[in-house]
């Protein structure tokens, strides 16, 4: 079975603060993503990484950055942490979307609260 | 811009009842339409559609794409307290060698006793 995990089920950090958020899967997928859920708006793709060392901005990065320095690994980072960004985050990976019977496999997710 | 529209935005049925959610979509590059079911923790996965696999079926659901009208629908029959959660339609489309989902804002299901 895929296994997707993430560092925090719940993180509350201040203003202004620097927030990391890690994701790992076990399932040498290539492409990982990190999206964020609010109330009303949906699923959201903050970025996406296809390979190591590689991300391409989703619908919403401002605020945000990754990295991915391994392939199991990818990081989403608040550089500076403001309360628009309360939000629960969603880590997933895939093989690949392209091919038949592929999927998305998506970790708990991290409920993040910025004071 | 990849768009994804579903509807009903809510829905209450009783238990028994056949429900009917929809999901239409504009994207670039169409490869695939998944369907998620949410309860309160991460998606879960349900059904992929492509070009190749317009219909699918598991058990009391079932789900069709018309990649023609672009919509697809997930039908759940004889339904049960169980199904109640959030269902997410998402569409799978690429640039070059990438590929990325898109999703729409769900539609939450209560299904009454």
């Known amino acids: 079975d895929v296994k997707v995990t993430q560092s925090s089920r719940y993180l509350v950090k201040r203003t202004g603060e620097k927030v990391f958020l890690e994701c790992v899967q076990d399932?040498?997928?290539?492409?990982m993503f990190w999206y964020r859920q609010d109330p009303g708006l949906g699923l959201r793709l903050i970025y996406f990484?296809?390979?190591?060392?590689?991300?391409e901005k989703g619908d919403i990065p401002e605020g945000y950055s990754v990295s991915r320095e391994k392939k199991e690994r990818f990081s989403l980072i608040l550089e500076s942490a403001s309360t628009n960004q309360t939000s629960m985050y969603l880590c997933?990976?895939?093989?690949?979307?392209?091919?038949?019977?592929?999927?998305?496999?998506f970790g708990p997710g991290t409920r993040l609260t910025v004071l | 811009e990849d768009k994804v529209v579903q509807s009903p935005l809510s829905l209450v049925v009783h238990e028994g009842d056949t429900v009917t959610l929809n999901c239409s979509y504009e994207?670039?590059?169409?490869?695939?339409l998944l369907w998620y079911k949410q309860e309160k923790k991460a998606p879960t996965f349900l059904f992929m559609l492509?070009?190749?696999?317009i219909e699918k079926k598991s058990g009391r659901l079932s789900s069709i794409l018309d990649k023609k009208e672009l919509f697809s629908i997930l039908n759940i029959t004889a339904t049960q307290t169980g199904d109640s959660a959030v269902y997410l339609c998402?569409?799978?489309?690429?640039?070059?060698?990438?590929?990325?989902?898109?999703f729409g804002k769900g539609i939450t299901l209560s299904v009454r006793p």
């Open positions: 997933a990976s895939s093989l690949d979307l392209l091919l038949e019977g592929d999927t998305q496999y």
């Open positions: 399932m040498d997928h290539e492409n």
């Open positions: 990484s296809y390979d190591v060392k590689m991300k």
């Open positions: 994207v670039t590059n169409f490869r695939s």
């Open positions: 492509t070009s190749s696999g």
């Open positions: 998402a569409v799978g489309g690429y640039t070059g060698a990438n590929s990325k989902l898109t």
